[in-house]
């Protein structure tokens, strides 16, 4: 019963006190994987090296998702409080998001 409880808490979100600015160096590795995904997409039998490579691409995006503060940039910026614009993380998934699940028709 230990190791289910463990399992569990694998997947709640970290404290939101505890997020760290968006910055370049944060996002790198995410970026990096998806590059590496990308570039073993084009390379000739490649799938069993992308199936390994799945798991972290997918647990970059969700510590990207989860542990990024994307606000901290704005409220340098416009020299706003601490805590006022904690809504971007909110707004930023969800554009993510919706971007993924309906994405743009293009009519001509």
């Not at 990308?38 to 798991?55: C, E, G, K, N, Q």
């Not at 614009?85 to 998001?97: D, E, K, Q």
């Amino acid at each position: 019963m230990l190791a289910l409880s463990a399992f569990l808490d694998l997947f709640t979100p970290p404290d939101p006190a505890l997020r760290q600015p968006f910055t370049g160096a944060a996002f790198f590795p995410f970026y990096a994987s998806c590059y590496a995904m990308a570039v073993l997409v084009i390379l000739p039998h490649t799938f069993i090296l992308r199936l390994s490579l799945l798991p972290f691409v997918l647990w970059q995006a969700w510590r990207c998702a989860v542990g990024l503060n994307f606000s901290a940039g704005l409220v340098l910026s416009l020299g706003a409080k601490d805590g006022e614009l904690n809504h971007w993380n909110f707004t930023y998934m969800v554009r993510l998001l919706s971007s993924l699940c309906f994405p743009p028709v293009h009519v001509r």
